[in-house]
């Protein structure tokens, strides 16, 4: 059985030998293993902070920059 390191070194050879340095360097930076607590900023939300963003997301949409993807059914409360 392979090492997750080991597993994790395979396609980075593959990649390294197929892309040239600079392709792959730009590959590699778009994953980052993050910063932060998400489960503790999750828990942030109040419910006037989701009032505003859908308050935005209907003014979004409104402005047409937001349109309705063909055959989606709107749920309303």
């Given amino acids: 059985m392979s090492t ?3 597993i994790n070194q395979r396609p980075q050879r593959l990649l390294r030998s197929e892309l040239v340095p600079v392709d ?3 590959y590699q930076k778009q994953f980052t293993a993050g910063t932060g607590d998400y489960t503790a900023e999750r828990q ?3 419910p006037m902070d989701i009032g505003s963003i859908a308050e935005r ?3 979004l949409k409104e402005a047409g920059f937001l349109p309705t ?3 989606a059914k709107t749920i309303r409360k």
Avoid: K
């Fill in 4 to 6: 997750l390191l080991q």
């Fill in 44 to 46: 942030v939300a109040t």
């Fill in 24 to 26: 792959y360097v730009r």
């Fill in 57 to 59: 997301v209907a003014a």
């Fill in 69 to 71: 993807p063909p055959n």
